[in-house]
């Protein structure tokens, strides 16, 4: 029983310590949309050896467990997203049926891949996104943020 227990522990220690700390208030930029700026709010925190990590407010917790999204028939429904953390960065999938004006018009699969170098968090996210009718369309936005 206690091999179990230093086992476990020795999981949490490992899913603490590959958890980059990206807290703080950034000023981002979006490659696609040259001028357009965002202040966002990052915040974490440990539970139960997992890390929280609060993005404007929303929690989402880094254990490579799938989530529901709450739907929202203008942009998304049936969404699932998950996170993990791997070598010093966090990682994210993001699927979901992608809607415009409450019709479907395309499956989403995404990925995400956040991280953070001196006072840089640097967030890209990439995948595709198919279409009623069959067609692929690559998706790629790549975020670079400061932090003020």
Same mark, same amino acid.
């Given at each position: 029983m206690r091999f179990f227990a230093m086992l476990a522990f020795m999981f949490s220690t490992v899913a603490y310590a590959n958890c980059p700390e990206l807290s703080g208030t950034y000023q981002c930029t979006y490659a696609n949309s040259p001028g357009v700026t965002e202040v966002i709010t990052v915040g974490q925190e440990i539970k139960d050896g997992i890390t929280i990590y609060n993005y404007n407010g929303q929690e989402f917790p880094a254990d490579n467990i799938d989530?529901? =999204?709450? *739907?929202? *028939?203008?942009h998304l429904t049936? +969404?699932?997203?998950?996170?993990?953390?791997?070598e010093l960065t966090v990682k994210g999938k993001?699927? +979901?049926?992608a809607m415009h004006d409450g019709d479907h018009i395309g499956d989403l699969d995404l990925n995400m891949t956040i991280s953070k170098t001196d006072?840089?968090?640097?967030? =890209?996210i990439e995948g595709t996104m198919t279409t009623r009718e069959g067609g692929v369309i690559p998706l790629r936005e790549e975020i670079t943020c400061t932090i003020q």
């Open positions: 989530y529901s =999204i709450p *739907d929202d *028939d203008y049936g +969404g699932k997203f998950r996170a993990w953390c791997e993001l699927t +979901g049926q006072n840089v968090l640097k967030s =890209i």
